[in-house]
């Protein structure tokens, strides 16, 4: 079992940054692929970026591409999202998803991780 805890969302402005953490229990990080989705209202949850176990290669949405910053620190069993340059289109409910045996072509999947957190909304104003 791996139980996720995200904090960090809030209200910025356009062209502002907030970073977003997701401090986790129950497994070593250093074990499991980490991911951060998102959800707006009427949309289907997507995918943002992850942070393959193996080997620590990150991946992200050609959306928040040049953007957004994954970022895992084992010891601290916390998974990191900086998001800089924030669109008023990033406004969504951001999931922080693990799973321990993903493999690597499901990484982009959110139907394939099995934990997750509560979420923390993020929006973004004009």
């Known amino acids: 079992q791996v139980q996720l805890q995200e904090s960090g969302g809030g209200l910025v402005q356009a062209g502002g940054s907030l970073r977003l953490s997701c401090e986790g229990s129950?497994?070593?990080?250093?074990?499991?692929?980490m991911g951060w989705f998102r959800q707006a209202p009427g949309k289907e949850r997507e995918f943002v970026a992850a942070?393959?176990?193996?080997?620590?290669?990150?991946y992200y949405a050609d959306s928040v591409k040049g953007r957004f910053t994954i970022s895992k620190d084992n010891a601290k069993n916390t998974v990191y999202l900086q998001m800089n340059n924030l669109k008023p289109d990033d406004t969504a409910v951001y999931y922080c998803?693990?799973?321990?045996?993903?493999?690597?072509?499901?990484?982009?999947?959110?139907?394939?991780?099995?934990?997750w957190g509560l979420g923390t909304q993020v929006t973004v104003s004009s």
């Open positions: 998803a693990a799973d321990p045996g993903l493999i690597l072509s499901s990484i982009r999947e959110a139907r394939d991780y099995d934990y």
């Open positions: 129950g497994r070593a990080f250093s074990s499991v692929t």
């Open positions: 942070v393959f176990r193996s080997y620590g290669r990150s």
